[in-house]
């Protein structure tokens, strides 16, 4: 039986929360940051859920880390 690998471009996209749910980060904070306001910047440095549609197939690339 041979090792299930974990997909090295979705472990660096995603983490595992404690309770086992999958976050990613927000779009929006690479660039044109100078106009945006100081609490939008706050909100989009927070770490999201993944929907459970998505969450099921990032699993499955996941899988040396789940």
């Known amino acids: 039986m041979p090792k299930i690998r974990t997909r090295k471009t979705a472990a ?4 595992v929360s404690a309770s086992g749910k999958l976050l990613r980060n927000t779009t929006g904070r690479n660039h044109l940051m ?6 939008r910047k706050r909100r ?6 993944i929907c ?3 969450a099921k197939r990032m699993q499955v690339l996941l899988a040396g880390r789940i």
Do not use: A, E, I
Not at 12 to 15: N, P
């Open 34 to 39: 100078m106009k945006k306001s100081g609490s």
């Open 44 to 49: 989009l440095n927070m770490k999201h859920g």
């Open 52 to 54: 459970t549609g998505d």
């Open 12 to 15: 660096k996209r995603f983490t």
